[in-house]
């Protein structure tokens, strides 16, 4: 009999939200029409970010009135300096900034061995010794800056910054001795 109760409550409860759901689908929700005061506005632009006084209205209408994704779009005859830039050399050809990073050349990689099989020679190989385990590699893919021209039982030779570079395999030194 309980259960009786419970499958009747059950069904009623699925009408009761059914037409719930029903008549807040089709009616629109009530949203109150707010209007804030410019001055209120204003106020608030003012508030979250300082705005530099422009003297040149016509520049700012223009950037507004422009596609700035056009593919006609060139770069602009003058760059933009920011206050406190304006006393640093504008002297392009003095060679690089000290500021600009210089990227160090990548040491060559870890060769831990080759493999001489039937669907050719691999080699087990490591860029650097801070990033992942070694990998398999075969004749003609690239690790980092480097292409692996050829794999023999010894040695592999790559081809990089530096230019070509033969890594010799070096026999593991037994520590049980």
């Given at each position: 009999?309980?259960?009786?109760?419970v499958?009747?409550?059950?069904?009623?409860?699925?009408?009761?939200?059914?037409?719930?759901?029903?008549?807040?689908?089709?009616?629109?929700?009530?949203?109150?029409?707010?209007?804030?005061?410019?001055?209120?506005?204003?106020?608030?632009?003012?508030?979250?970010?300082?705005?530099?006084?422009?003297?040149?209205?016509?520049?700012?209408?223009?950037?507004?009135?422009?596609?700035i994704?056009?593919?006609?779009?060139?770069?602009?005859?003058?760059?933009?300096?920011?206050?406190?830039?304006?006393?640093?050399?504008?002297?392009?050809?003095?060679?690089p900034?000290p500021?600009?990073?210089?990227?160090?050349?990548?040491?060559?990689?870890?060769?831990?061995?080759?493999?001489?099989?039937?669907?050719?020679?691999?080699?087990?190989?490591?860029?650097?010794?801070?990033?992942?385990?070694?990998?398999?590699?075969?004749?003609?893919?690239?690790?980092?800056?480097?292409?692996?021209?050829?794999?023999?039982?010894?040695?592999?030779?790559?081809?990089?910054?530096?230019?070509?570079?033969?890594?010799?395999?070096?026999?593991?030194?037994?520590?049980?001795?």
């Amino acid at each position: 009999m309980t259960m009786h109760r419970v499958d009747a409550t059950l069904k009623a409860l699925t009408i009761v939200f059914a037409v719930a759901g029903a008549i807040m689908w089709i009616l629109p929700p009530s949203v109150p029409n707010v209007r804030v005061p410019p001055s209120a506005q204003s106020a608030t632009l003012v508030a979250n970010r300082p705005i530099a006084p422009s003297t040149d209205s016509s520049s700012a209408a223009a950037i507004i009135a422009s596609n700035i994704f056009s593919p006609s779009r060139a770069a602009p005859g003058k760059r933009y300096t920011p206050p406190g830039a304006a006393g640093e050399s504008e002297d392009a050809s003095a060679g690089p900034s000290p500021d600009v990073p210089v990227m160090p050349q990548m040491p060559p990689p870890r060769v831990f061995g080759t493999m001489m099989g039937p669907g050719g020679a691999s080699a087990l190989m490591q860029l650097d010794s801070a990033g992942a385990s070694g990998r398999l590699y075969r004749e003609g893919q690239r690790i980092g800056t480097y292409r692996i021209l050829k794999i023999s039982s010894s040695s592999v030779i790559v081809r990089g910054p530096a230019g070509r570079v033969e890594l010799k395999i070096h026999p593991r030194e037994d520590s049980t001795q």
